[in-house]
């Protein structure tokens, strides 16, 4: 119903998550996709500070490194930065939430990373570039930070001492120089996305990835409404017959997202418990050798 509250979700550990996806460790192919900031890595004022929590990164090599496990990484970073800093070989890389893939193969370096982009899309390069140069003109602040994506571009303001009137203010510069609107406007919590129309969200990027692997069970990590937009595709897979699969929200802002509460199914407590939860399925998997399909 319209209006109506978000529900509460109760925050959970990883270790106590584990009972309830005991029957789908059994079932293959397992398709686990995550998020990155505030999922595998803690949220950080400065965008270009977040790092993978050491004990997920662990558990996603020794998932990805699994039979019948597909390890893949949904982000709206680009793949080149997602790689370098999740650093999992025998995973996919879908960046720029899902525009860019690329597969990074087994022991290899993350720059050696190659990931193809919608073509269609190259026509939002320039002026994406243009828009990334000029707005640091307008917005002299040392909070400011820019984001460049190829046909996208990400303006930051996570560490402004006001949020509301920094988004009102970067709002206000773009449509300045952009007043044409051909970038579709994305506010998030301390961000303002430009993307193109038509390009790639992550419940496309998500229903694709399914549709290509067909696996028995998937798994979605994210928290934030950007992931949000991919548990609702899930659950509408899961309805459908065509997975069996759970939307984990993690639980990394002060307050969850309403959108995030809504369409998840469980909600892990930090990032810290969704590495815990990460290593306990690598554990129990590396035991589990009855693996069966759907």
């Known amino acids: 119903m319209a209006g109506a ?3 509460s979700l109760p925050l959970r550990r ?3 998550l584990l009972p309830e996806v005991a029957a789908d460790l059994a079932l293959r192919p397992l398709l686990l996709i995550s998020d990155f900031d505030g999922t595998l890595a803690r949220i950080v004022m400065d965008p270009w500070g977040a790092r993978v929590i050491p004990g997920a990164q662990r558990a996603l090599r020794r998932l990805a490194g699994t039979a019948g496990v597909q390890v893949a990484f949904l982000s709206g970073r680009t793949a080149a930065d997602l790689a370098a800093r999740v650093r999992v070989g025998g995973a996919l890389y879908l960046g720029n939430h899902g525009i860019e893939r690329g597969t990074l193969a087994r022991r290899a370096h993350a720059g050696t990373l190659r990931a193809d982009q919608d073509p269609a899309l190259a026509g ?5 570039a243009l828009l990334a140069r000029a707005l ?5 602040e040392p909070w400011f930070v820019v984001e460049l994506k190829g046909p996208a571009v990400a303006f930051h303001f996570r560490a402004a001492p006001d949020v509301p009137a920094a988004r009102q203010r970067v709002l206000a510069a773009i449509d300045s120089l952009e ?5 579709v406007r994305f506010p998030g919590r ?3 996305e430009l993307r193109p129309p038509g390009a790639a969200a992550k419940g496309d990027a998500l229903r694709a990835l399914v549709e290509e692997l067909r696996p028995a069970v998937t798994w979605m990590l994210g928290d934030d409404a950007n992931d949000a937009v991919a548990f609702e595709a899930l659950r509408e897979l899961r309805e459908t017959g065509r997975t069996r699969g759970l939307a984990i929200a993690v639980h990394a802002h002060p307050e969850m997202p309403d959108a995030v509460a809504r369409a998840a199914d469980v909600a892990l407590a930090s990032p810290d418990e969704a590495a815990r939860f990460l290593a306990g399925v690598a554990r129990l998997l590396a035991v589990r ?4 399909g759907a």
């Open 179 to 183: 007043p044409a609107r051909r970038f």
């Open 124 to 128: 939002y390069e320039v002026d994406a």
């Open 289 to 292: 050798p009855d693996a069966r």
């Open 136 to 140: 640091p003109a307008l917005i002299r």
């Open 190 to 192: 301390r961000i303002v």
């Open 14 to 16: 990883g270790r106590d």
């Open 5 to 7: 509250a978000a529900p």
